[in-house]
T-cell receptor, first 116, second 110 residues
Framework: GAVVSQHPSWVICKSGTSVKIECRSL??????MFWYRQFPKQSLMLMAT?????????EQGVEKDKFLINHASLTLSTLTVTSAHPEDSSFYIC????????????FGPGTRLLVL | AQSVAQPEDQVNVAEGNPLTVKCTYS??????LFWYVQYPNRGLQFLLK??????LVKGSYGFEAEFNKSQTSFHLKKPSALVSDSALYFC????????FGAGTTVTVRA
């Protein structure tokens, strides 16, 4: 099946710094990617939809200035957590559907963020 | 709005016994239903999906699920569970965006 990678797999940062997480579709193109957040032993909550060549669409309650999303190419989307605080510590997962197969999404391995 | 519900937080079974993880859905129109599995500190792995057609869907690792329109259910099943099946399982519905159930933790004891 299709492969989605994320980098880094985990990151520890100081409060107030910004952290960038990359999501790449390795063997297919993705005009759309999705970013999720997951707290321990909880479900995935959709944060935003990343659209190649246009602005991301954020879910209600997600601060767009806090979580900057850039979909620079058909294989890369980035999520930047700006001025991170301890409450931003979480597991961030991206997914991408294959073009023409919108119902089938492939998930990245996730990025564990710990803000001290 | 499309949604799915997983009524059980945890399911515990002995190895070799049948495993069932329950999911019910609420959708308008024809649902696109999915099952994913997540191992600790990992992303989600696709198990199977129902789009249309045969109500019994076979997926990865010996799992299958039955779409039941009258009961609005899409339960995940495996005839003989393995210890390695211990993980977090998510049911999801896709209406352009995926909406996940709360998840069910499966523990298979040796």
């Amino acid at each position: 099946g299709a492969v989605v990678s994320q980098h880094p797999s985990w990151v520890i940062c100081k409060s107030g710094t910004s952290v960038k997480i990359e999501c790449r579709s390795l063997d297919f193109q993705a005009t759309t990617m999705f970013w999720y957040r997951q707290f321990p032993k909880q479900s995935l909550m959709l944060m935003a939809t990343s659209n190649e060549g246009s602005k991301a669409t954020y879910e209600q309650g997600v601060e767009k200035d806090k979580f900057l999303i850039n979909h620079a190419s058909l294989t890369l989307s980035t999520l930047t957590v700006t001025s991170a605080h301890p409450e931003d510590s979480s597991f961030y997962i991206c997914s991408a559907p294959e073009v023409g197969l919108i119902e089938t999404q492939y998930f990245g391995p996730g990025t564990r963020l710990l803000v001290l | 709005a499309q949604s799915v519900a997983q009524p059980e937080d945890q399911v515990n079974v002995a190895e070799g016994n049948p495993l069932t993880v329950k999911c019910t859905y609420s959708v308008s129109g024809n649902p696109y239903l999915f099952w994913y599995v997540q191992y600790p500190n990992r992303g989600l792995q696709f198990l199977l999906k129902y789009i249309t057609g045969d109500n019994l869907v076979k997926g990865s690792y010996g799992f299958e699920a039955e779409f039941n329109k009258s009961q609005t259910s899409f339960h995940l099943k495996k005839p003989s569970a393995l210890v390695s099946d211990s993980a977090l399982y998510f049911c999801a519905v896709n209406d352009y965006k995926l909406s996940f159930g709360a998840g069910t933790t499966v523990t298979v004891r040796a």
